[in-house]
T-cell receptor, first 115, second 112 residues
Framework: KAGVTQTPRYLIKTRGQQVTLSCSPI?????VSWYQQTPGQGLQFLFE???????NKGNFPGRFSGRQFSNSRSEMNVSTLELGDSALYLC??????????????FGEGSWLTVV | TQLLEQSPQFLSIQEGENLTVYCNSS?????LQWYRQEPGEGPVLLVT?????EVKKLKRLTFQFGDARKDSSLHITAAQPGDTGLYLC????????????FGRGTSLIVHP
C-alpha cells in the first residue's frame, strides 16, 4: 500500500512569488492535513480537509490556503511568499477526520526555500 | 508559549545508555502521541496513550501518560544508533477544537 506522496520534494522560490504543493493520501484515506515545520517553531498545524471540506484551520495568515479534490488529493498554496515561509511542509492523511481520533500518516514533506 | 514543552531539546549519548524524554503541559489532553522523525522524512507514529497513568511498551521503548493527562515520558533502554532521530510528542486538548499540537521535539543522537 503506497504511503502519502508529496510533490515536489524540493523547491526554491523568490519572495513575492506563489507556490502550490501537492499531496496524494494513502488510498482510502479521506482526511488530509497540512503542517509547517521549522527549526524555530517546530511542527505547526495549517489546516485539515475531509471530504473536500476544510474542517480545521491553524493560526496562519490568509496567504496560506488549501483545497481537497473528490479523489482526496490535496493541494496547498502560499501566495506572496516571504523569507519566513521557508520550511518543510508536511502532509498527513488518515481514514477519518481528526475528530474521530484516527491515526495520521505523514508524507516525506516538501522542502521550500524562499530567497 | 508552546503548549507542549519537551525536554531535553538535545541529547547525545553512547550506544547502550538509557534515556528519558519528557513532554509537559499545563493543559489536559484527551490523548497524546509520540512520533519519531528521521532526517529527510516525515514523522512516524510510535504510540498513542489515552488513559491517565497508562504505560505502553514498544520493544526497548516505554511510554507513560501522566495520571492527570498533562504530561508524558518516553524511556529508551539500551539505546542503539538506529534510535537516532527527532522525537515529537503531540496531543489534542480535552474539549478543544481537535487541532493537534506538537512539541518542538527532542533531537537524539546515539553514537556507536
Amino acid at each position: 500500500k503506497a504511503g502519502v506522496t508529496q510533490t515536489p520534494r524540493y523547491l526554491i522560490k523568490t519572495r513575492g512569488q506563489q507556490v502550490t504543493l501537492s499531496c496524494s493520501p494513502i488510498s482510502g484515506h479521506r482526511s488530509v492535513s497540512w503542517y509547517q515545520q521549522t527549526p524555530g517553531q517546530g511542527l505547526q498545524f495549517l489546516f485539515e480537509y475531509f471530504s473536500e471540506t476544510q474542517r480545521n484551520k491553524g493560526n496562519f495568515p490568509g496567504r496560506f490556503s488549501g483545497r481537497q479534490f473528490s479523489n482526496s488529493r490535496s493541494e496547498m498554496n502560499v501566495s506572496t511568499l516571504e523569507l519566513g515561509d521557508s520550511a518543510l511542509y508536511l502532509c498527513a492523511s488518515s481514514l477519518g477526520s481528526s475528530r474521530t481520533g484516527n491515526t495520521i500518516y505523514f508524507g516525506e514533506g516538501s522542502w521550500l526555500t524562499v530567497v | 508559549t508552546q503548549l507542549l514543552e519537551q525536554s531535553p531539546q538535545f541529547l547525545s549519548i553512547q550506544e547502550g545508555e538509557n534515556l528519558t524524554v519528557y513532554c509537559n503541559s499545563s493543559s489536559v489532553f484527551s490523548s497524546l502521541q509520540w512520533y519519531r522523525q528521521e532526517p529527510g522524512e516525515g514523522p512516524v507514529l510510535l504510540v498513542t496513550v489515552v488513559t491517565g497513568g497508562e504505560v505502553k511498551k514498544l520493544k526497548r521503548l516505554t511510554f507513560q501518560f501522566g495520571d492527570a493527562r498533562k504530561d508524558s515520558s518516553l524511556h529508551i533502554t539500551a539505546a542503539q544508533p538506529g534510535d537516532t532521530g527527532l522525537y515529537l510528542c503531540a496531543g489534542e486538548e480535552t474539549g478543544g477544537s481537535y487541532i493537534p499540537t506538537f512539541g518542538r521535539g527532542t533531537s537524539l543522537i546515539v553514537h556507536p
